[in-house]
């Protein structure tokens, strides 16, 4: 899911103040603790070689984010495609790839302990 900045409600503006909800946008439940994440991302990344061994081939771990600047694509398990470029808030659930467009730089929210398992996954297999 992602949703443009213009699309999401207006809730109370007042000089000085616009204040933007977006209700029902993906579910904790059940997930502990969050980290927040900065990632700064060259065009031409892809994560799907780095995901070949986690289940399914893909990330699993949901991710709540903002895109300061760029563009990335995610493909989920079923092919679908969907993009998310500057100013856009997005969702990417359980079970994705993601292509960078164009130099992005984002701010995620993530569960902790799942996004550090994939972390841990890239990693090892760049060695880094």
């Keep these: 899911m992602r949703i443009a900045k ?3 409600d207006v809730r109370m503006q007042v000089p ?3 204040i933007r909800q977006r209700r029902d946008f993906g579910d904790a439940t059940g997930y ?3 980290s927040g994440e900065f990632f700064t991302l060259a065009a031409g ?3 799907a070689p780095l995901f070949d061994g986690l ?3 893909l990330c699993q771990c949901p991710h709540w984010g903002y895109v300061l600047s760029g563009a990335i694509t995610t493909t989920d398990a079923r092919g679908l495609t969907e993009s998310v470029t500057d100013g856009d808030l997005f969702y990417w659930p359980p079970g994705h790839n993601v292509h960078v467009d164009r130099d992005a730089e984002i701010v995620m929210f993530s569960p902790q302990h799942e996004h550090s398992h994939v ?3 890239m990693k090892a297999k760049t060695g880094a």
């Design 16 to 18: 000085g103040a616009v």
């Design 32 to 34: 502990g603790k969050i």
């Design 6 to 8: 213009e699309q999401v």
């Design 55 to 57: 289940e399914g081939n």
């Design 119 to 121: 972390i841990d996954h």
């Design 45 to 47: 990344v892809d994560t």
